[in-house]
């Protein structure tokens, strides 16, 4: 194998989009932009729930017992209410950093909404 089948390789199992996949489709040559859009809408929103998802492994990790004192998150619907709940629970009981990171958690899901 080659360095740069090597490369390639190890780009598509550990790159930047390693856990995206790509998908060729025929469409009218009108509709093109909306496609367009939307595999720009959905890559936008995987990007944006993977880092909520990192952020609220971050706060679990660092302020788990604060924010978790009386709240069940696995009762809740989806990732992004999780992420308000801890969030909102890291303004209200956290220190300076753990509100920073809850704004950072809020606007990042508000983000996904809008």
């Known amino acids: 194998m080659s360095a740069a089948s090597?490369?390639?390789r190890k780009y598509r199992s550990e790159g930047g989009a390693a856990d995206l996949?790509?998908?060729?489709v025929l469409v009218p040559p009108l509709?093109?932009?909306d496609i367009l859009a939307a595999a720009s809408r959905l890559r936008a929103d995987h990007r944006c729930n993977k880092e909520l998802?990192?952020?609220l492994d971050e706060a679990l990790h660092l302020y788990g017992t604060r924010i978790l004192d009386n709240v069940?998150?696995?009762r809740l619907p989806d990732l992004r209410a999780r992420v308000a709940v801890a969030a909102r629970a890291m303004i209200d009981r956290g220190d300076a950093r753990a509100f920073a990171l809850g704004r950072r958690m809020l606007d990042c899901a508000h983000a996904i909404v809008d």
């Not at 996949?21 to 060729?24: A, D, F, I, K, P």
């Open 6 to 8: 090597k490369r390639v």
């Open 21 to 24: 996949v790509r998908v060729e």
């Open 31 to 33: 509709a093109r932009a």
């Open 53 to 55: 998802a990192s952020l």
């Open 72 to 74: 069940d998150l696995d």
